[in-house]
Protein backbone atom coordinates (compact mmCIF):
# COMPACT_ATOMS: atom_id res chain seq x y z
CA UNK A 1 0.00 0.00 0.00
CA UNK A 2 1.25 3.49 -1.00
CA UNK A 3 2.39 5.61 2.02
CA UNK A 4 1.18 8.93 2.89
CA UNK A 5 3.02 11.85 4.38
CA UNK A 6 0.26 14.48 5.90
CA UNK A 7 0.98 17.41 8.37
CA UNK A 8 0.85 16.53 12.17
CA UNK A 9 -1.92 19.71 12.81
CA UNK A 10 -2.85 22.58 10.72
CA UNK A 11 -4.49 26.13 13.06
CA UNK A 12 -7.10 28.04 11.11
CA UNK A 13 -9.95 30.18 11.61
CA UNK A 14 -13.68 30.08 11.43
CA UNK A 15 -14.71 31.41 7.93
CA UNK A 16 -11.81 30.34 5.77
CA UNK A 17 -10.54 27.97 3.56
CA UNK A 18 -8.44 24.99 4.75
CA UNK A 19 -6.38 23.14 2.37
CA UNK A 20 -4.64 19.62 3.67
CA UNK A 21 -2.25 18.22 0.98
CA UNK A 22 -1.17 14.44 1.45
CA UNK A 23 1.77 13.43 -0.09
CA UNK A 24 1.50 9.86 -1.56
CA UNK A 25 4.82 9.13 -3.82
CA UNK A 26 4.72 5.50 -4.85
CA UNK A 27 0.81 6.03 -5.84
CA UNK A 28 0.13 2.89 -7.82
CA UNK A 29 -2.30 2.99 -11.09
CA UNK A 30 -5.59 1.16 -9.41
CA UNK A 31 -4.89 3.34 -6.27
CA UNK A 32 -7.87 5.68 -5.62
CA UNK A 33 -7.02 8.68 -2.70
CA UNK A 34 -10.02 8.92 -0.18
CA UNK A 35 -10.09 11.14 3.20
CA UNK A 36 -12.02 10.36 6.25
CA UNK A 37 -12.79 12.96 9.15
CA UNK A 38 -12.67 11.67 12.62
CA UNK A 39 -13.69 13.37 16.00
CA UNK A 40 -12.76 12.17 19.49
CA UNK A 41 -14.07 8.89 20.61
CA UNK A 42 -15.90 8.65 17.47
CA UNK A 43 -15.61 6.19 14.16
CA UNK A 44 -13.82 7.96 11.05
CA UNK A 45 -15.98 9.14 8.93
CA UNK A 46 -16.06 8.95 4.89
CA UNK A 47 -15.71 12.57 3.32
CA UNK A 48 -14.46 12.25 -0.26
CA UNK A 49 -12.87 10.14 -2.90
CA UNK A 50 -11.41 10.46 -6.16
CA UNK A 51 -9.21 8.94 -8.73
CA UNK A 52 -7.57 12.28 -10.32
CA UNK A 53 -8.79 16.21 -11.69
CA UNK A 54 -11.07 17.06 -8.96
CA UNK A 55 -13.68 15.86 -7.02
CA UNK A 56 -16.00 17.96 -5.30
CA UNK A 57 -18.92 17.32 -2.79
CA UNK A 58 -21.17 19.24 -0.53
CA UNK A 59 -18.81 18.90 2.02
CA UNK A 60 -15.87 19.23 0.62
CA UNK A 61 -13.33 19.55 -2.85
CA UNK A 62 -10.74 17.17 -3.58
CA UNK A 63 -7.75 18.11 -6.01
CA UNK A 64 -5.52 15.61 -7.72
CA UNK A 65 -2.50 16.96 -10.13
CA UNK A 66 -1.63 14.83 -13.29
CA UNK A 67 1.16 12.94 -11.46
CA UNK A 68 -1.02 11.78 -8.94
CA UNK A 69 1.63 12.26 -6.42
CA UNK A 70 0.02 14.08 -3.77
CA UNK A 71 -3.53 15.22 -3.12
CA UNK A 72 -4.89 18.53 -1.55
CA UNK A 73 -8.43 18.37 0.40
CA UNK A 74 -10.15 21.44 0.78
CA UNK A 75 -12.74 22.92 2.94
CA UNK A 76 -14.73 25.64 2.55
CA UNK A 77 -15.13 27.92 4.95
CA UNK A 78 -14.57 26.08 8.41
CA UNK A 79 -16.84 26.35 11.60
CA UNK A 80 -15.53 25.18 14.89
CA UNK A 81 -17.66 21.95 14.33
CA UNK A 82 -14.78 20.96 11.39
CA UNK A 83 -11.98 20.70 14.24
CA UNK A 84 -11.20 16.94 14.09
CA UNK A 85 -8.55 14.39 12.74
CA UNK A 86 -8.60 14.49 9.10
CA UNK A 87 -6.94 11.42 7.82
CA UNK A 88 -5.52 10.57 4.38
CA UNK A 89 -5.84 7.24 2.54
CA UNK A 90 -4.36 5.47 -0.64
CA UNK A 91 -5.28 2.30 -2.26
CA UNK A 92 -7.29 -0.23 -4.45
CA UNK A 93 -9.88 -2.98 -3.50
CA UNK A 94 -8.54 -5.31 -5.91
CA UNK A 95 -5.54 -5.40 -4.08
CA UNK A 96 -5.81 -5.29 -0.58
CA UNK A 97 -7.33 -1.44 -0.20
CA UNK A 98 -9.46 -3.24 2.61
CA UNK A 99 -6.59 -3.66 4.96
CA UNK A 100 -6.54 0.35 5.38
CA UNK A 101 -3.87 1.58 6.83
CA UNK A 102 -4.81 5.14 8.94
CA UNK A 103 -1.96 7.23 9.29
CA UNK A 104 -1.61 10.08 12.04
CA UNK A 105 -3.30 12.18 10.05
CA UNK A 106 -3.91 16.00 10.14
CA UNK A 107 -5.41 17.29 13.59
CA UNK A 108 -7.37 20.10 12.12
CA UNK A 109 -8.05 23.24 14.98
CA UNK A 110 -10.79 25.51 13.82
CA UNK A 111 -10.74 29.26 16.70
CA UNK A 112 -13.40 31.47 17.00
CA UNK B 1 -25.26 8.26 11.66
CA UNK B 2 -23.51 5.78 9.48
CA UNK B 3 -25.95 2.73 9.51
CA UNK B 4 -23.35 0.41 11.15
CA UNK B 5 -24.34 -0.22 14.58
CA UNK B 6 -22.44 -2.21 17.07
CA UNK B 7 -22.80 -3.15 20.79
CA UNK B 8 -22.07 -2.66 23.71
CA UNK B 9 -20.95 0.78 23.92
CA UNK B 10 -18.81 0.16 26.99
CA UNK B 11 -17.85 -2.31 28.29
CA UNK B 12 -15.51 -2.87 31.18
CA UNK B 13 -14.24 -6.53 32.24
CA UNK B 14 -11.48 -7.96 34.35
CA UNK B 15 -7.53 -8.91 33.10
CA UNK B 16 -8.24 -12.83 31.83
CA UNK B 17 -11.59 -12.77 30.69
CA UNK B 18 -13.42 -13.00 27.56
CA UNK B 19 -15.82 -10.59 25.74
CA UNK B 20 -17.16 -10.52 22.27
CA UNK B 21 -18.11 -7.13 20.74
CA UNK B 22 -21.27 -7.51 17.83
CA UNK B 23 -21.94 -5.18 14.90
CA UNK B 24 -24.09 -4.71 12.08
CA UNK B 25 -23.28 -3.50 8.73
CA UNK B 26 -25.36 -1.59 6.77
CA UNK B 27 -28.11 -2.89 4.81
CA UNK B 28 -26.65 -4.40 1.34
CA UNK B 29 -22.99 -4.14 2.80
CA UNK B 30 -21.44 -7.18 2.59
CA UNK B 31 -17.77 -6.48 4.17
CA UNK B 32 -17.51 -6.30 7.27
CA UNK B 33 -13.85 -5.13 9.05
CA UNK B 34 -12.92 -4.12 12.57
CA UNK B 35 -10.54 -1.86 13.65
CA UNK B 36 -8.81 -0.92 17.08
CA UNK B 37 -7.81 2.56 18.33
CA UNK B 38 -5.98 2.75 21.55
CA UNK B 39 -4.14 5.98 22.34
CA UNK B 40 -0.19 5.60 21.81
CA UNK B 41 -1.23 2.84 18.73
CA UNK B 42 -3.56 4.87 16.47
CA UNK B 43 -6.64 3.52 14.24
CA UNK B 44 -5.11 -0.19 13.50
CA UNK B 45 -6.57 -2.33 10.91
CA UNK B 46 -7.59 -5.89 12.56
CA UNK B 47 -9.41 -8.32 9.96
CA UNK B 48 -12.13 -8.13 7.14
CA UNK B 49 -15.01 -10.40 5.96
CA UNK B 50 -16.47 -10.31 2.70
CA UNK B 51 -19.68 -12.21 2.88
CA UNK B 52 -18.58 -14.59 5.69
CA UNK B 53 -15.34 -15.50 4.41
CA UNK B 54 -12.09 -13.94 6.16
CA UNK B 55 -10.98 -11.57 3.47
CA UNK B 56 -7.62 -10.07 4.79
CA UNK B 57 -5.83 -9.95 8.38
CA UNK B 58 -4.20 -7.08 9.62
CA UNK B 59 -2.45 -6.72 12.84
CA UNK B 60 -5.02 -9.01 15.29
CA UNK B 61 -3.54 -10.93 18.30
CA UNK B 62 -4.15 -14.43 17.86
CA UNK B 63 -5.91 -13.90 21.44
CA UNK B 64 -8.66 -12.24 19.06
CA UNK B 65 -11.00 -13.81 16.60
CA UNK B 66 -13.93 -13.05 14.42
CA UNK B 67 -16.82 -14.67 12.62
CA UNK B 68 -19.01 -12.79 10.37
CA UNK B 69 -22.91 -14.92 10.54
CA UNK B 70 -25.38 -15.94 7.46
CA UNK B 71 -27.34 -12.35 8.32
CA UNK B 72 -23.71 -10.11 7.53
CA UNK B 73 -23.61 -9.00 11.17
CA UNK B 74 -20.24 -10.05 12.57
CA UNK B 75 -18.37 -10.26 16.22
CA UNK B 76 -15.17 -9.58 17.90
CA UNK B 77 -14.18 -11.95 20.29
CA UNK B 78 -11.11 -11.02 22.66
CA UNK B 79 -9.56 -13.75 25.49
CA UNK B 80 -7.32 -13.79 27.96
CA UNK B 81 -7.59 -9.79 28.52
CA UNK B 82 -5.33 -7.89 29.33
CA UNK B 83 -4.85 -4.19 30.41
CA UNK B 84 -3.41 -3.27 26.88
CA UNK B 85 -6.40 -4.56 24.86
CA UNK B 86 -8.00 -1.25 26.69
CA UNK B 87 -9.41 0.81 23.04
CA UNK B 88 -12.14 1.77 21.04
CA UNK B 89 -12.96 -0.92 18.73
CA UNK B 90 -14.79 -0.10 15.53
CA UNK B 91 -16.66 -1.85 12.87
CA UNK B 92 -16.89 -0.26 9.58
CA UNK B 93 -18.99 -2.00 6.70
CA UNK B 94 -18.46 -1.50 2.19
CA UNK B 95 -20.89 -2.29 -0.69
CA UNK B 96 -19.87 -4.41 -3.03
CA UNK B 97 -17.41 -2.93 -5.18
CA UNK B 98 -17.48 0.55 -3.65
CA UNK B 99 -14.16 2.09 -2.06
CA UNK B 100 -15.52 3.83 0.76
CA UNK B 101 -15.88 2.02 4.73
CA UNK B 102 -18.60 3.56 7.15
CA UNK B 103 -18.02 3.40 10.32
CA UNK B 104 -20.04 2.46 13.33
CA UNK B 105 -19.76 4.13 16.79
CA UNK B 106 -17.13 1.96 18.43
CA UNK B 107 -17.22 0.00 21.50
CA UNK B 108 -15.33 1.68 24.29
CA UNK B 109 -13.31 -1.61 26.41
CA UNK B 110 -12.34 -1.40 29.56
CA UNK B 111 -10.42 -3.95 31.08
CA UNK B 112 -9.07 -3.49 34.68
Known amino acids: LAKTTQPISMDSYEGQEVNITCSHN???????ITWYQQFPSQGPRFIIQGYKTKVTNEVASLFIPADRKSSTLSLPRVSLSDTAVYYCLVGDTNSGYSTLTFGKGTMLLVSP | DSGVTQTPKHLITATGQRVTLRCSPR?????VYWYQQSLDQGLQFLIQYYNGEERAKGNILERFSAQQFPDLHSELNLSSLELGDSALYFC???????????FGPGTRLTVT
Open chain 1, 26 to 32: NIATNDY
Open chain 2, 27 to 31: SGDLS
Open chain 2, 92 to 102: ASSAPGRHEQY
